[in-house]
């Protein structure tokens, strides 16, 4: 409801999706955290977000970012909208874009892009970007170019453009590729997708996890403080 909002009035926004492992770098990132709190959406992605919120009496749903992808696609194809992929590779994103064509036909792809790697948010090539996004009409934007990189871009092209919003969704543009294959339905309904993404790919994503559950007993102390927090500000 608020992205169909700011986009039905023409108002740019930022989407970011957090999950453990951007719980740990906003620890250590000074810039990260100043993106993700200049984001105007955050969406739980995935499950220890979920539990955390609910031992800080402030329950959320679970919202991946790759789940986001063809629900914002439609919103923007029934608003007559736009839409640009910036993403991993090429192979990827122009597979990603006949996915969703497909499953959503009245789609309008105005712009594909992968940027060089490793990829700057602050440098040259993000201003060529944004350009390019500009000049393409497009009025929502897909990045997965992980993060901190795609949480920076956004809300510099956010603030560049003005009219346009910023989804920050991950793999989702390598799960519609098939370049990625992402859990299966039941591994998801028993809160495992994060082992199952481990597993496949255990040289990139096991240190990221461990790294994850070494910060968790500390963000839910601080979760069961905010509780106890709001219980003794209550009337």
Same mark, same amino acid.
Request: hydrophobic share 45%; charged share 25%; proline share 6%.
């Given at each position: 409801?608020?992205?169909?909002?700011?986009?039905?009035?023409?108002?740019?926004?930022?989407?970011?999706?957090?999950?453990?492992? #951007?719980?740990?770098?906003?620890?250590?990132?000074?810039?990260?955290?100043?993106?993700?709190?200049? #984001?105007?959406?955050?969406?739980? =992605?995935?499950?220890?977000?979920?539990?955390?919120?609910?031992?800080?009496?402030?329950?959320?749903?679970?919202?991946?970012?790759?789940?986001?992808?063809?629900?914002?696609?439609?919103?923007?194809?029934?608003?007559?909208?736009?839409?640009?992929?910036?993403?991993?590779?090429?192979?990827?994103?122009?597979?990603?874009?006949?996915?969703?064509?497909?499953?959503?036909?009245?789609?309008?792809?105005?712009?594909?892009?992968?940027?060089?790697?490793?990829?700057?948010? =602050?440098?040259?090539?993000?201003?060529?970007?944004?350009?390019?996004?500009?000049?393409?009409?497009?009025?929502?934007?897909?990045?997965?170019?992980?993060?901190?990189?795609?949480?920076?871009?956004?809300?510099?092209?956010?603030?560049?453009?003005?009219?346009?919003?910023?989804?920050?969704?991950?793999?989702?543009?390598?799960?519609?590729?098939? #370049?990625?294959?992402?859990?299966?339905?039941?591994?998801?309904?028993?809160?495992?997708?994060?082992?199952?993404?481990?597993?496949?790919?255990?040289?990139?994503?096991?240190?990221?996890?461990?790294?994850?559950?070494?910060?968790?007993?500390?963000? +839910?102390?601080?979760?069961? +403080?905010?509780?106890?927090? =709001?219980? =003794?500000?209550?009337?």
């Amino acid at each position: 409801a608020a992205a169909r909002q700011r986009l039905e009035q023409g108002r740019g926004f930022a989407i970011a999706t957090i999950n453990v492992d #951007h719980l740990q770098r906003l620890g250590e990132d000074a810039g990260f955290r100043r993106a993700y709190a200049a #984001h105007d959406l955050i969406c739980a =992605d995935g499950n220890p977000i979920v539990w955390l919120s609910r031992l800080a009496g402030r329950p959320v749903r679970l919202a991946p970012g790759s789940d986001q992808v063809l629900p914002l696609a439609e919103l923007a194809a029934g608003l007559g909208l736009p839409v640009a992929l910036i993403g991993s590779n090429d192979d990827s994103l122009t597979r990603a874009a006949e996915s969703m064509r497909a499953r959503v036909p009245t789609l309008r792809i105005a712009m594909t892009h992968a940027p060089g790697f490793p990829f700057d948010p =602050d440098g040259p090539e993000a201003d060529d970007i944004i350009a390019r996004i500009r000049q393409s009409g497009a009025r929502l934007c897909f990045l997965a170019l992980g993060a901190p990189r795609q949480e920076r871009f956004a809300i510099r092209a956010r603030d560049a453009l003005g009219n346009t919003g910023f989804a920050s969704i991950g793999a989702g543009l390598d799960f519609l590729s098939g #370049h990625q294959r992402r859990a299966p339905v039941l591994v998801r309904r028993i809160k495992m997708e994060w082992a199952w993404r481990m597993l496949s790919n255990p040289r990139r994503l096991f240190l990221r996890y461990a790294k994850g559950f070494t910060i968790m007993p500390g963000y +839910a102390r601080q979760a069961l +403080a905010l509780r106890a927090r =709001d219980r =003794d500000a209550a009337p």
